[in-house]
Structures are given as C-alpha cells and as structure tokens.
C-alpha cells in the first residue's frame, strides 16, 4: 500500500482523541481548581490581607504538579504503542511514514496541553476583574503565565518523547524522563557531597548554588519569586525543539522489535548501566561516610555499587540470573577505574587542598562562617568582600596555617560541647580573573593557631561584614530584642529616635570591642537583636546579643529595659544543677532532654541558694551544647529554663558542691 506523507492525518487525530481525550480534560479540570476557583475561594474568604502580585501567589505546589506530571503522562500514553509489541507491529504496518506518525502524535498531545492551559488563562482573566483583591494582577502577570506554562508543559511533554524512544517499558520512560529532568543537579550535588567528605577545604555550595537552575523541576520551585527570566523560557523552547528533533532522528532507526525492552539502543545501555552503579555508589558513600569512618566510606561504596551495579544489569537483562562471569568482570573492571579516581582524590594529585591564592591575584576576600552567604544572589554584595591588602593578608596567613596543619573536621560533639557555633570557616576569594575561590572548614580546632585567628576575626574587616555593620550605620527606625529565654521574658521593641541611635552607637562599640574568644562563643548569649533593612525588602537583620555587652547592659538597665528582656535572679524561683562525670555523651539532645532522662538515674543533683552563684550561672550557661553541669532553672507559673556550663564557665562554687 502507498504511504502518505502527511503530516496532519484526520484519522489518527480522531483516533487519539477518543482514546486519550481524557487527559486533556483532567488537565483543564485541574487548573480550574488550581487557579479560577482557588481565586474565588480567596477572594470570597475573609483573607483579604494576602498579596496577590502574580499567579504563583494564589497557588504554587499545585501548579507545578500539574505542569510536570500531566505532559509526562500524556507523553508516555501517546506513545505507549513503542513499549507493546502488538501495538508498535500494528501501528508501524499502517500506511503512514514514521515521522508523519511522530509528529501526528505531538500535535494531538500539544492541543491536550495549551488549549486547556489557554482556556484556563481566560478564566483567570475573567475573575481577576471581578474582585478587588486581584488589582494588582496585571495583564501582563497572566501574561507572563500562559506563556511560561504552556513552553514548560510542552518541554515535558516532547522531552518524555524523547525519553520513550530510548526505552520499550512504560515503567522505565516515565522513571527515566523523572531522574534526567532531575540529574544535573542531582548529580552534581552528589559528587559535591562525596567530593566534600574526601577532599579538605571542599565545600557542597561549589557544586549546587551555581548549577541549580539546570533542572527544570528545581526552576519551577523558583515561579513564586518571579526568578524565571525570558532568556530562560527561551532556552527550554529551543530545548523543546531540539528534544524533538532528537526523537524524530531516533525514531528512524529505532527497531520495532525493541519493545519491551529496557534500553531499546544497544550503544546507550553500558550508559544506563554505568550510570546507575556511579549514582548507588555515591549515595552509599554518603549513607555509610557522612558521621563514619573511613572503613564505613569504603563500605558503603563497595555495597551501593555492587548493588547498583546487579540492578541494572537484570533491568537490562529482564532476569535475575545475572550472576555470571562476564557481568562480573564488567564491575571488576569499573572497580579498577574508582579505585584509581579515588586514590588520585585521596592524594590531592590536582593540588585542591593545598592551593593558596597569590596576594597579587586576590582582587577581594570574604572570610566568615556562613557559606551560603557566597550564593549567586549575594555574590555582588561589596559589603562581604574586603579589598583591604593588610587584611587580605592576614586572611591568606590563616589559610596557609589552616592548610599546613589540616586540624581535622570534628564531629558535631566538639561544636557543641564548647557551645561554639562559629568554628566553621569559609574563605572566599574574588580574583582578579573574575572567578570565585571557595574553601570551608567545619568544625575545627583553633590550637595552635590562635594568634594567626586573632589577626583575622579582631580586625574591622571581618567584624563589619560579620555583623553588619554597614546596615546598622543606615536609617533605622526601630531594634527589636528577642531573649532566648521565652519564658521568663517577652520580644521587646524600642522605636524612640534618641533610644534608637544610642543603642546603634552602644551596639557598635560593643561589637568593635570583641575579641576572638567572644567571636568563638557565639553559643553565650542572651539572645538576638533584629532591625530592618532601609530597604522594601522587610528583611530582618539579626545581631547575636552577647553576654559580653556589658555596655548595652547597662543602658537597657539605666532606662527600665533590662529586666523586661534578660533573666535576672528575680526570675528565678529556684535553680538545680546535675553533674554527669566526664560530661555527656548525648550530642545530639538538648540540655532540657538531658537533664530530665539523667536526672531518673543519678542523684547527683544539687540546689543553688546564693543568688550571687545564681547570678553567675546565669551569666555563664548557653541554652545548647553538651559539658559536665546541666542547668535547670524554675520560673513562676511553673516556667522552665534549661541550660549547660562547660569548661572554664562553671563557678568555683558550683563544682564545690559535688566535692
């Protein structure tokens, strides 16, 4: 019979309409609910209150749903007849040309996708009109979303196209178009997290913050900040088009009898195989080698992928018998290129841990605790990057010591029994190339390096960024006190203009007066002071309220504040104190947890009575951590304070009393 060379037939059209018309109509179904009618429900509720200044306001789980998972499902349906052989001989015998069947199939699937998606844009267009809550939606918002959804449900659309040509299982289409959209990041954050248990200095935030706008799963997380760009909807419309290019080529050489199985080309199944065994295996290295030993590392990559390995091979082969000598001398063979990536890894043969930056190619340098503060959307933000020569010097100095000595990254137990949260490091380099250079230290011990640490963390350089000095010295109108200790006290805020400016002056004085120590023990605290940005952001700054204000402490006393945010003995009703010898093993339980489990079991529990000793438990406990002396404060109205005192925090008389 004489094939047809139509690209539109009326037939085939007529055929997937009564066969998979459904999915069109629970799609069309699902926004209604999802938009049109979640915007009556607001608008007629009493949540007048809500800002609603594009669509991904009113809803946006739900949209992002039903914009993944419909065009996948509706590409596997359409195409199901690929992965049965009955249906694939049927189909492929009819009188029309593979391509001409192809591309029948993406039209009838691209009408089940942007009609109901249009459709659903008149709705929104029709109730935003009618109530006053929607004022602030504009054309161009609703806009904004026809476009931006119909390009991403026909990229996920095309793309599972695209993914169906490489499988002959339904199953196996829909799993494989899910971990591809998600692999670039995944993978990445993979490595990443493996690269930072074997390598020192590495940290995750180089392999995930610059690359995470590569899924488009984890782009559509972003719609509600209106962070899509149109350059980026561009891309994945070229995409679109190119994923069907890619299926349409595919589709010429792909064998019919190919149904069914797992990979339906043979050169892409090592692909599939290896490809599973290197993601098991990462995932058992970080299941086994995050709070593990070395041995435990090994382990878990041996077993995730030996595991990883057997369940490719019996998707590839559809049986369980794959207990044979040659796929066996296959993951030998993969075993003898890991073991030597690992070694070249392990011995640092590229120099990672060891490289210091020349003075003459730093243009700035960041040094600080938080490593998320180096993310794409703060990585222009001069306030963090000093060009100070002196200063960058002494930073470079630390790092040189930090890299000699390679102080090893303890567990979270060191963190928390000397109650000192800032004993993570970060160094960041702006170069004079233009790239970033970011290393991070977690948790480790500053013996021997101390004087090396003061020339740093003293300085002004690293006390502005630190604790945002720069926001302080701009218009603020109010500062907001939140104790740690909630129940003794209430947030208080104070907003008179002359309080204000003398507290910014007392706050910078204190803050300038700290030394490394009081840097370090950032666990003692009384709790955080908060103020606005100048700007529209409503972004709370926090400030760390030091026990070692002694300044502010005064004039919150001086002018009637200080028993209204800070514990005082008059708070206090009575205060016990249990002593575990050697200290507690318990790191990952807080002191009210502690003190309540060990006080069932030992007796060495004592009362305090003179409010003198009272007062200097009170100025020395930290509310977290782990140490010899647990803290258990009552209040009035049958309140409780828990707390811990370590090292050189426990009073003479407290250790006395178990003498």
């Not at 990229?155 to 670039?184: E, H």
Request: charged share 20%.
């Amino acid at each position: 019979m004489k094939s047809k060379v139509s690209y539109f037939n009326l037939g085939i059209q007529k055929q997937n309409l009564k066969q998979h018309g459904w999915i069109g109509l629970v799609f069309l179904i699902g926004w209604l609910f999802v938009l049109p009618l979640r915007m009556i429900e607001l608008a007629e509720s009493e949540r007048q209150f809500l800002e609603i200044n594009n669509m991904f306001d009113i809803t946006e789980t739900p949209q992002m749903l039903l914009t993944v998972g419909i065009p996948i499902i509706t590409g596997i349906f359409l195409f199901r007849y690929l992965q049965v052989s009955i249906a694939a001989d049927m189909m492929h015998s009819l009188p029309i040309k593979r391509g001409s069947l192809l591309v029948n199939q993406v039209i009838t699937g691209a009408f089940m996708l942007l009609i109901p998606i249009w459709l659903t844009g008149v709705a929104i267009s029709l109730v935003a009109s009618a109530y006053p809550l929607y004022n602030d939606l504009t054309a161009s918002n609703i806009w904004n979303w026809i476009v931006i959804m119909s390009v991403m449900s026909l990229f996920f659309f095309i793309f599972t196209v695209f993914v169906s040509m490489l499988t002959g299982n339904s199953v196996i289409s829909g799993i494989l178009t899910f971990i591809v959209l998600v692999l670039p990041v995944g993978l990445i954050s993979l490595i990443s997290a493996n690269l930072s248990m074997l390598l020192y200095g590495y940290t995750t935030a180089n392999g995930t913050d610059n690359y995470i706008d590569w899924s488009p799963i984890v782009l559509l997380t972003r719609t509600h900040n209106n962070d899509i760009d149109l350059w980026q909807i561009g891309i994945y419309l070229l995409l679109a088009i190119l994923s069907g290019v890619i299926a349409y080529v595919l589709y010429q050489f792909r064998h019919v009898e190919m149904a069914t199985q797992a990979i339906t080309f043979k050169p892409l199944r090592p692909v599939f195989k290896y490809g599973v065994t290197v993601c098991a295996m990462l995932v058992g290295g970080i299941y086994f080698g995050e709070n593990s030993s070395t041995h435990w590392t090994i382990f878990g990559y041996l077993c995730g992928s030996l595991i990883g390995y057997l369940v490719a091979e019996m998707i590839l082969q559809k049986t369980w018998r794959v207990f044979r000598i040659k796929p066996l001398l296959g993951y030998v063979g993969y075993g003898i290129v890991m073991i030597l990536i690992g070694i070249g890894i392990i011995f640092d043969v590229f120099g990672f841990e060891t490289n210091v930056p020349s003075a003459d190619a730093v243009d700035s340098v960041y040094f600080g605790h938080n490593v998320h503060k180096l993310n794409d959307t703060e990585i222009d933000n001069q306030s963090l990057f000093s060009s100070n020569e002196n200063y960058i010097e002494n930073v470079r100095t630390f790092h040189k010591e930090i890299v000699s000595k390679q102080p090893e990254e303890s567990s979270s137990s060191y963190a928390q029994s000397t109650n000192s949260f800032n004993n993570t490091y970060v160094v960041g380099y702006r170069l004079e190339n233009g790239s970033m250079m970011v290393r991070e230290y977690r948790n480790i011990s500053l013996n021997g390096m101390e004087e090396k640490s003061m020339a740093v963390m003293e300085t002004d350089d690293y006390k502005y960024q630190e604790y945002n000095l720069g926001e302080i010295d701009k218009s603020i109108s109010e500062f907001h006190f939140f104790p740690d200790d909630y129940s003794s006290n209430e947030p208080l805020t104070i907003s008179n203009a002359k309080e204000v400016n003398e507290i910014r002056e007392i706050l910078k004085y204190e803050i300038s007066s700290m030394d490394v120590n009081d840097v370090m023990n950032s666990g003692n605290r009384w709790g955080t002071i908060g103020f606005y940005k100048e700007d529209n952001t409503k972004q709370m700054i926090d400030i760390p309220w030091h026990k070692s204000f002694e300044e502010l402490d005064i004039w919150l006393e001086n002018n009637d504040y200080l028993d209204q945010v800070r514990m005082s003995v008059e708070d206090v009703q009575s205060m016990e104190i249990l002593r575990i010898p050697g200290g507690s093993v318990d790191i990952y339980k807080m002191p009210g947890q502690v003190f309540s489990e060990r006080s069932e079991q030992n007796d060495s529990i004592r009362e305090l009575e003179d409010e003198a000793v009272i007062e200097e438990v009170i100025q020395n406990y930290s509310p977290n951590g782990t140490g010899e002396y647990y803290v258990h404060i009552r209040h009035a109205g049958d309140s409780n304070t828990y707390g811990v005192l370590s090292g050189d925090q426990v009073p003479e008389e407290v250790e006395s009393l178990f003498n």
